[in-house]
């Protein structure tokens, strides 16, 4: 199909994008408030929307200020686009190159938090979208781009969705990776709670699903720390007061392509420093990513092997809490691994609390959802590779009928929840002419 992308939609686009970006759209309250989750994604749900009026949809937004969504069409069946606004912390600043909240272009290159998970995917998906309607397609289905404002949380949005809204006939989620998602992992966050300290305070890493990329210590140990480091091969930057380990920040669901630093400093304070949650990490975890050391092999032939991470580690007088991220295959026994981790915490002095669990999704690739999107990409492209499954959460859960599509492409660099993320405005431009052909076979009368 010949793309009816213009210059003008890629210019636009490019504008929206910029708005989006400039929002700290980071959760700051715990969605007991109004605006549930802070101003920041307030105001950025509010922008979402205006562009979608500026675009000729009619809006609403949920007066407790969890979810809006914006509607076009006609029909009695509904195509929704499940979207997110809200994005991660900006982590260390002093990492980036700019800064994380003002949009940036630098060699066709739009540098900002968000950028690629997942603001840049939900101007492509809502570009591609007015692109239809610009060329004069009829729609004989309805479609609903719905905005969420706490996916890197608790989904309390999409909760809130589904108890008052209509559900999607069918859909996708521009949050995942080309050419689709067919499965995806089950997500598992818990807490590890144990005693407090008098010789120690830490607090360390920005999320659970983010792998830390810098971890610190300041203690009377720093000697005995920074010589255990030393013998491990851990590299690690030291002032007169503070040993600082680095790692290397990505996503939670590839823990293996990251490096995590508090599970590094744990090794190298463990042995001076005493304490439950440390012996724990240093013993149970140390560089592993798969939790081999607590489960053994946890691996399926759909999906893969589990991937484990620890996000959070917070020591203060009172207590202790390590923050986990697991993503299960698809054909795991999550009443199983929960069994086993509370027994081999408990033997530390630690108890097991969950936080936050998703099932796993898995959609068979025969589906006509399934074949329609890759038709499209496959003639967008000519790419032929097969739909994977993917150890990424994404909103694709909270309704049938929706699978993850897009707008990473195989051979681009992931930068989510990484320092100088950035969102490459051609494959922008690329995935906004894949979407519009997608919304034309999903929404549209040939």
């Given amino acids: 199909m010949k793309s009816i992308i ?26 007991t408030t109004n605006p549930p989750f802070g101003q920041g994604i307030a105001l950025c749900l509010k922008e979402a929307l205006q562009i979608c009026k500026e675009l000729g949809m009619t809006t609403y937004e949920d007066p407790a200020g969890f979810y809006g969504f914006a509607d076009y069409g006609v029909g009695a069946e509904l195509v929704a686009v499940v979207c997110h606004l809200d994005v991660v912390p900006a982590g260390d600043v002093t990492l980036w190159k700019t800064d994380p909240f003002v949009a940036t272009i630098k060699e066709g290159v739009m540098y900002g938090r968000g950028s690629q998970d997942d603001k840049g995917p939900t101007i492509a998906s809502l570009f591609g979208f007015k692109a239809v309607v610009d060329a004069g397609y009829q729609f004989n289905k309805r479609i609903r781009f719905i905005f969420s404002t706490d996916e890197e949380t608790l989904w309390r949005c999409m909760a809130a969705y589904n108890k008052k809204e209509e559900q999607a006939t069918m859909g996708f989620v521009p949050d995942g990776s080309f050419p689709l998602v067919f499965a995806e992992k089950g997500l598992l966050q818990v807490e590890l709670i144990g005693p407090g300290s008098s010789d120690i305070q830490l607090q360390a890493g920005d999320a659970l699903n983010v792998v830390p990329a810098k ?39 590839v823990a293996q392509l990251g490096e995590n630093a508090i ?50 580690l917070n020591v203060s007088d009172e207590s202790s809490t390590i923050g986990i991220d697991m993503r299960l295959p698809v054909k795991s026994d999550k009443e199983a691994l929960m069994k086993q981790l509370a027994k081999v915490a408990e033997s530390y002095g630690l108890t097991l609390k969950e936080f936050d669990y998703v099932p796993a999704i898995y959609v068979p690739k025969e589906s006509p959802l399934i074949q329609t999107l ?49 969102q490459v405005l051609s494959e922008m431009y690329q995935a906004m002419d894949i979407y519009a052909s997608a919304i034309i076979e999903l929404a549209c009368e040939k």
């Fill in 6 to 31: 213009t210059k003008v939609h890629q210019e636009a686009s490019t504008e929206a994008l910029a708005r989006l970006i400039n929002h700290e759209s980071v959760a700051t309250s715990d969605g």
């Fill in 215 to 253: 971890a610190c210590y300041h203690g009377s140990e720093l000697t005995a720390v920074m010589k255990k480091l030393t013998q491990l091969g851990i590299e690690f930057d030291l002032t007169e007061t503070e040993v600082t380990v680095k790692g290397q920040a990505v996503h939670a669901s």
């Fill in 263 to 312: 599970n590094l400093l744990a090794m190298g304070l463990a042995p001076a420093v005493p304490h439950p949650a440390l012996t724990f990490l240093a013993e149970q975890i140390g560089k592993q990513t798969n939790g081999a050391t607590l489960f053994g092999e946890i691996s399926d032939d759909v999906s893969g092997e589990l991937t484990f991470n620890v996000g959070l």
């Fill in 374 to 422: 890759l038709k499209v990409y496959r003639e967008k492209t000519g790419d032929l590779t097969e739909p994977m499954t993917s150890g990424g959460a994404t909103l694709a859960r909270t309704m049938d009928n929706l699978v993850a599509f897009g707008a990473h492409f195989p051979e681009s660099k992931s930068l989510a929840h990484q320092a100088n993320e950035g």
